[in-house]
C-alpha cells in the first residue's frame, strides 16, 4: 500500500462531525468487544460508516461478498495487533485497518 493512500485514509475524518461520538480505538475496541448486542451494534454501524465514505472516495475496494461483520473483524483484528495504538482517534485507526486490508488494485 502506498504511504500515501495511508495517510489520506488516516486524516479523512479528522473534522467530520458525524463520527466524533466515538473518539478513540479503545473506545471502538470497548464497544465491539462488549457482551451487550446495543453496543456491538453501533460498534457494526460506526464501522459500516466509516467504510461506506472509504469505498465513496475510492481509498479501500470491497467486493460485494463480504459482510460488514467481516469488516468489523478486520478492524477488530487490527486492534487486537496493535493495542498500544488504541489511544489513536478511532477513524484513523478504522481507515487504516481497513485501507491495509482492502486496498483498490
Known sequence: MRPAVLVAAAGLFCGTPAFATLDTGKTLWD?????????????????????????????????????????ADVVIQYLRE???????????LTATALALAFPCK
Open 31 to 71: 464497544s465491539c468487544n462488549d457482551p451487550d448486542t446495543s453496543k456491538q451494534s453501533y460498534c457494526l454501524g460506526y464501522v459500516a460508516g466509516v467504510s461506506d465514505v472509504l469505498v465513496g472516495m475510492h481509498i479501500i475496494c470491497i467486493g460485494g461478498h463480504v459482510s460488514v461483520r467481516q469488516i
Open 82 to 92: 496493535h493495542p498500544g495504538r488504541r489511544d489513536m482517534d478511532a477513524d484513523d
